[in-house]
């Protein structure tokens, strides 16, 4: 069977409500079933804005987004939900034990899914140090998990749907480079089938995507591999210094 999850935007155009100025424009690109799409660009240029227009947290002011040849408007929330899981920039946990919030997109999740996510997200030692393991008790907000915590405990909490579509946005940022790559490495050999977009500060989370989108200010101003942009891009270079 063919793999599901291609993601298209053709020619996107995005407003926040409100705002004069555009925040993206002229958005287009392809992402595919297998493989791994990075978008990189400094604070602002709109990584997070674009991200969240799969997941119609906002609908496009024009153009399209496109999931499996369907325009994400013509789909329900349901359907979109089933089939995307967005790690969110600021991840959030529920307060309840940390097995409520890894179940949250698939109640019946079994607990071997649940400890598998676990460690393909490298959390599961995390959750084994303490003798109430999947039933420890998150604070309200997550305060009793630390940044770097609650970003794997979220990605596990995405990778138990076995979704088409992953975006994560920044979630690797506050895992020390080590963790980062093994973490990515775990990701990969779960999630071959699945289209992955990761949005990311660091060059190193990247560097190993088969296509790279260079942000700056709303616009797509270089795309290419990690090599081709070192050869090509002063603004990706200027990234990669920094
Ligand atoms: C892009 C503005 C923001 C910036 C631009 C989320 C959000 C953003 N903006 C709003 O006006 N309202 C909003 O709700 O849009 O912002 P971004 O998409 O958050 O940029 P980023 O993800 O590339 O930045 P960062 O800091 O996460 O690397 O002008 O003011
Ligand atoms: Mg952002």
């Keep these: 069977a063919e793999k599901k999850g291609r993601v298209e935007f053709r020619d996107v155009t995005f407003k926040y409500p409100g705002a004069e100025a555009p925040v993206l ?3 287009s690109f392809t992402a595919e079933p297998g493989k791994t799409l990075a978008i990189i660009g400094s604070t602002g240029a709109g990584k ?3 991200v969240s ?3 119609r947290l906002y609908d496009v002011a024009s153009g399209d987004v496109l999931l499996d040849g369907v325009p994400v408007t013509k789909m329900d929330a349901s359907e979109i939900t089933s089939r995307v899981s967005a790690v969110p920039q600021k991840p959030y946990l529920f307060s309840g034990t940390i097995e409520h919030n890894l179940r949250f997109g698939k109640p ?3 607990d071997e899914e649940l400890w598998d996510a676990l460690e393909t997200a490298q959390a599961k030692g995390f959750v084994e ?3 109430s393991g999947l039933n420890r008790r998150i604070a309200q907000g997550g305060t009793n998990v630390s940044g770097g915590q609650r970003q794997r405990l979220s990605i596990a909490r995405a990778l138990v749907t076995k979704p088409n579509v992953y975006l ?3 979630s690797f940022s506050a895992l020390d480079v080590a963790t980062d790559a093994r973490l990515r490495k775990a990701l990969k050999a779960k999630t071959r089938d699945a289209t992955v977009i990761i949005v990311a500060q660091r060059v190193s989370t990247i560097a190993d995507a088969d296509e790279i989108l260079v942000l700056d200010n709303g616009r ?3 795309r290419g591999t990690h090599d081709e942009l070192l050869e090509t891009s ?3 270079q200027e990234i990669v210094e920094s």
């Design 234 to 236: 002063p603004t990706y």
């Design 108 to 110: 019946e999740a079994t």
């Design 48 to 50: 997070t804005t674009l």
């Design 25 to 27: 424009s002229n958005i």
């Design 53 to 55: 227009l799969l997941p």
């Design 220 to 222: 797509i101003v270089d």
């Design 129 to 131: 140090e303490k003798s």
């Design 168 to 170: 994560f946005d920044d």
